[in-house]
T-cell receptor
Framework: KAGVTQTPRYLIKTRGQQVTLSCSPI?????VSWYQQTPGQGLQFLFE???????NKGNFPGRFSGRQFSNSRSEMNVSTLELGDSALYLC?????????????FGPGTRLTVL | AQSVTQPDIHITVSEGASLELRCNYS??????LFWYVQSPGQGLQLLLK??????LVQGIKGFEAEFKRSQSSFNLRKPSVHWSDAAEYFC????????????FGGGTRLMVKP
């Protein structure tokens, strides 16, 4: 069974631009969560989507947004990029929303903002 | 708010030696607890999890962890470390009321000496 896939794997943008990252969950999984990983702040939760609805949101500015499609694929968007947005963005999928479901992580998208 | 502390940023052990990685959490109720491993350039892989029941949980790759409520700890152990265990290890806590959102510790980087 295919794992969680994220595209693109690497991305370079300049300040002020916007970017869209994509995550395809494991087949049958309806929950997709996004995390930002940086050396300074570590792993931080961005948001979670389940059945096309945002269920939980972390403490990030409104420049960070996301959505989920009917096939459970998810995208996250960052507008007006800042240097501090350079990070590894990880998505994770799971079957349910109960918290007990195992989450499977993708390899991440490495975003560099110049 | 829940939080997770991993006191050791780096640990170096000799191959074949035993390993213990420390994790302390702050949470009001009984948390969902997880240990993940991340190899360079990779996403996170679940090693083991604790939700309830037996406080000693077994995971993959020969790892185990023990939940100690009185100490708010969930330390990861392995009796004999292999060179392939060199990676970064993250402890995480989940909240039964917050879907699949995880709060991660800062991570412990494990190096293995031959």
């Amino acid at each position: 069974k295919a794992g969680v896939t994220q595209t693109p794997r690497y991305l370079i943008k300049t300040r002020g631009q916007q970017v869209t990252l994509s995550c395809s969950p494991i087949s049958g999984h309806r929950s997709v969560s996004w995390y930002q990983q940086t050396p300074g702040q570590g792993l931080q939760f961005l948001f979670e989507y389940f059945s096309e609805t945002q269920r939980n949101k972390g403490n990030f500015p409104g420049r960070f947004s996301g959505r989920q499609f009917s096939n459970s694929r998810s995208e996250m968007n960052v507008s007006t990029l800042e240097l501090g947005d350079s990070a590894l963005y990880l998505c994770a999928s799971s079957k349910g929303l109960a918290g007990e479901s195992e989450q499977f992580f993708g390899p991440g998208t490495r975003l560099t903002v110049l | 708010a829940q939080s997770v502390t991993q006191p050791d940023i780096h640990i170096t052990v000799s191959e074949g030696a035993s390993l213990e990685l420390r994790c302390n959490y702050s949470y009001g109720a009984t948390p969902y607890l997880f240990w993940y491993v991340q190899s360079p350039g990779q996403g996170l892989q679940l090693l083991l999890k604790y939700f309830s029941g037996d406080t000693l949980v077994q995971g993959i790759k020969g790892f185990e962890a023990e939940f100690k409520r009185s100490q708010s700890s969930f330390n990861l152990r392995k009796p004999s470390v292999h060179w392939s265990d060199a990676a970064e290890y993250f402890c995480a806590v989940g909240d039964s009321n917050a879907g699949n959102m995880l709060t991660f510790g800062g991570g412990t980087r494990l190096m293995v000496k031959p």
